[in-house]
């Protein structure tokens, strides 16, 4: 990477640290973090736009609309204004702005999205954080920030068929599971994101296991 760009890198880095500090634990610089390497590691892999990667993965989540009342808009506005400041080209900020806009499992209600290989690297990464030890960790994390039930065996998972439905969604807090989680495996677009997620998925199903077996008192 150039000397250029890699400066503008930092300056994201810093940019998204302060606009982040205090966020909830699971979509707080530390999420960003983590997307953003793994967005690296993945890139290593594709034939993509690295400083485009880099960019989008860094503004993901620079203003998650479940902290906004579901405003979809305010997270791709403060990513565009900040990229203009640096002087990025309208070209690069508008590849930036459609990953961010594209790049949530709320979307994927939306067939009409096109895919293009950058969006494919940072959705994969920001996919991979949902599964595994760190997002079940995210998972509970964020419904008690909710303050969701852990669980309740009344209350059974929803099937949505509409991202209206999904954003309105308040279950049980192991139900997301089955709403998201579980399926997120066969959601990927990349091999290096495919072979990453079917090692995080084989932990949530044993994780699982544990859970049903413990919350009925045999283990």
Known sequence: ???ENQIVIEK???FVKLELYGAEGGHD???VYRVWKNSIAIGK???CNKLIVELSALLHDIADPKFYNGDENIGPQKAEEFLVSIGLSNEIIDRIIYIIRHVSFKNTFDNNTEKNNELNIVQDADRLDAIGAIGIARTFNYGGFKGNELYNPDIPPKNY???REYKSGNSPTLNHFYEKLLKLKGMMNTEAGIKIANNRHQFMEVFL???YSE???NS
């Open 161 to 163: 068929k509409s991202k």
């Open 45 to 47: 892999t594709e034939d």
């Open 209 to 211: 296991k544990q859970f």
């Open 29 to 31: 610089w530390w999420h």
């Open 215 to 217: 919350w009925n008192g």
């Open 1 to 3: 990477m150039s000397k």
């Open 12 to 14: 994201t880095v810093e």
